[in-house]
């Protein structure tokens, strides 16, 4: 599966860079010598940047299925049933031939009387994850076949572990800006990145692609890399991150940052 990464959308990101006061609340308390009993101060709150960031990536397609059907019609039944089983056996040595696994393909049959004639129907399917050896057979079987043959025009999706995956890998890419930008931030003030306190992926978003209205009118028409591209899917995610601030300020600085 191919993953191709698009920009990332404009983030607005908050710095706050905090020195320690002498006193006032905070995360937790820390002992303050000359206090009696032992008591505590509120220790001063952590210096962290806030910040959110996005990313989008998109996958095509992972998989294809064909259907070729055939069908023969005979006044004879063994005739009828031998000229389509001759043909199901070309069709599946080709693909044997060319790496297909026998998994991947599937054959239905049907065998009926119409008025005075035997009829044999059937369908053979298969699932392909090289689309060039698709092409390569589907070409086969119309020059040796002809119009015996019925080739459907394939039918892309994904698999589960394609689609999980291009969830994964956005969302990693949005922590991945995130990160970056943070550090940015943190360089442009002279201080160093420190380890994530939180990071909480906001928003998760997923679509299919679509071709050119003015391309193509109708379905049937489309070429092979419309087809694909109709079926890429693209999947958006925004992450929100809180990560520490390394080091020490003498004074208190407040900084409001839009970044793009």
């Known amino acids: 599966m191919s993953l191709s990464a698009l920009p990332p959308s404009p983030a ?9 006061p002498i006193g006032g609340g ?53 005739e009828a049933r031998s000229s389509v089983i001759r043909r199901l056996e070309y069709i599946a040595q080709s693909a044997r031939q060319r790496g297909v696994q026998e998994e991947n393909v599937i054959v239905t049959k049907d065998f009926s009387r119409v008025e005075n004639a035997y009829q044999m129907e059937a369908e053979v399917c298969i699932t392909f994850s090289d689309f060039g050896k698709m092409q390569n057979i589907c070409n086969l079987l119309v020059e040796k076949l002809g119009s015996s043959v019925f080739i459907t025009p394939p039918h892309f999706y994904h698999t589960a572990e394609a689609v999980d995956t291009l969830r994964r890998q956005v969302c990693l890419a949005a922590v991945g800006n995130t990160r970056r930008k943070a550090q940015e931030v943190c360089r442009l003030f002279g201080q160093s990145l420190g380890k994530p306190l939180l990071i909480r992926e906001e928003e998760m978003k997923e679509w299919e692609g679509q071709i050119d209205s003015h391309s193509s009118n109708s ?17 958006s995610s925004k992450v929100f991150a809180i990560f ?8 208190k600085k407040q900084v409001y940052l839009e970044a793009s």
Do not use: W
């Open 26 to 78: 905070g995360r937790g308390n820390v002992p303050v010598s000359g206090l009696p009993g032992g008591r505590s101060a509120p220790a001063p709150p952590g210096r962290e940047v806030h910040v959110s960031g996005s990313a989008e990536l998109c996958a095509a397609p992972d998989r294809a299925r064909v259907s070729i059907r055939l069908g023969s019609r005979k006044g004879e039944a063994g």
């Open 244 to 251: 520490e601030i390394k080091g020490r300020e003498k004074r």
């Open 12 to 20: 607005r990101v908050f710095v706050e860079l905090l020195a320690a």
């Open 219 to 235: 379905s049937d028409t489309m070429t092979l890399q419309q087809r694909i591209q109709s079926a890429t899917i693209y999947a």
